[in-house]
T-cell receptor, first 116, second 107 residues
Framework: DVKVTQSSRYLVKRTGEKVFLECVQD?????MFWYRQDPGLGLRLIYF???????EKGDIPEGYSVSREKKERFSLILESASTNQTSMYLC???????????????FGPGTRLTVL | KNEVEQSPQNLTAQEGEFITINCSYS?????LHWLQQHPGGGIVSLFM???GKKKHGRLIATINIQEKHSSLHITASHPRDSAVYIC?????????FGKGTHLIIQP
C-alpha cells in the first residue's frame, strides 16, 4: 500500500513565524501535491511538483513556497505565517499526472495548522 | 477552469437506505475521481473512472462523459459510510475538487 506521511497532525504557530510542513511518500511517485482545505471552499491546490527540484504553482500559491530536493519528500514553507493561513493542509502523491486516467492521488492524513 | 457542482451538500439518511450523490462539471475531462474523507481528515480514493460504471462492494460510480455528469451510489448504507464524499474531475490542468457532500447515516 502507498503510504503518505505528514510531519505533524496538529501545529500551532504565531504570526510571522516561518513554518515547515513535511510530506514523505514511499512509493517512488513522480508527482506530489500540497492542498489546503477550508470549510465551504473544498480542496485547493497550492503547489505541485512533477519531479525533483521541479515545482509548479497551483491555484493559491501566494504566501507559500515549496522544496523538493528528494523524490520522496515535498516540503511546504510558510515564509511568514499569517492568521489567514490557518487551515487543514493535505499532501498527496501520484504515479502519473493527476488529470490523466492513471493518476490516482494518495493523500496524507493532513496537518491542522493554527496561526495565532 | 472546470466548475464542479455536487449535490446534495448535506444528506442525512437511515441505515439501509440507497444513497445517491451527484456531480456535474463544466469542462470535458479524461477521468473523474471520487474521494472519501472521514472525520479526522484522511482522504481515500474510492474510484477513478473515465466511462461507464465501476463497482466496489456496496459502492457504485457511474459517469456520462457526454453529459458531464457522474453519480456515486451507496447500497444498503451503514453508519460507517458517514463521511464527506468529494468528486474531482481530472483534465489537462490536474484535478478540480467539488466542495463535497457531507453524508450522515443514522442507525
Amino acid at each position: 500500500d502507498v503510504k503518505v506521511t505528514q510531519s505533524s497532525r496538529y501545529l500551532v504557530k504565531r504570526t510571522g513565524e516561518k513554518v515547515f510542513l513535511e510530506c514523505v511518500q514511499d512509493m517512488d511517485h513522480e508527482n506530489m501535491f500540497w492542498y489546503r482545505q477550508d470549510p465551504g471552499l473544498g480542496l485547493r491546490l497550492i503547489y505541485f511538483s512533477y519531479d525533483v527540484k521541479m515545482k509548479e504553482k497551483g491555484d493559491i500559491p501566494e504566501g507559500y513556497s515549496v522544496s523538493r530536493e528528494k523524490k520522496e519528500r515535498f516540503s511546504l514553507i510558510l515564509e511568514s505565517a499569517s492568521t489567514n493561513q490557518t487551515s487543514m493542509y493535505l499532501c498527496a502523491s501520484s504515479l502519473l499526472p493527476s488529470g490523466g486516467a492513471g493518476g490516482t492521488q494518495y493523500f496524507g492524513p493532513g496537518t491542522r495548522l493554527t496561526v495565532l | 477552469k472546470n466548475e464542479v457542482e455536487q449535490s446534495p451538500q448535506n444528506l442525512t439518511a437511515q441505515e439501509g437506505e440507497f444513497i445517491t450523490i451527484n456531480c456535474s462539471y463544466s469542462v470535458g475531462i479524461s477521468a473523474l475521481h471520487w474521494l472519501q474523507q472521514h472525520p479526522g481528515g484522511g482522504i481515500v480514493s474510492l474510484f477513478m473512472l473515465s466511462s461507464g460504471k465501476k463497482k466496489h462492494g456496496r459502492l457504485i460510480a457511474t459517469i456520462n462523459i457526454q453529459e458531464k455528469h457522474s453519480s456515486l451510489h451507496i447500497t444498503a448504507s451503514h453508519p460507517r459510510d458517514s463521511a464527506v464524499y468529494i468528486c474531482a474531475p481530472g483534465g489537462a490542468d490536474g484535478l478540480t475538487f467539488g466542495k463535497g457532500t457531507h453524508l450522515i447515516i443514522q442507525p
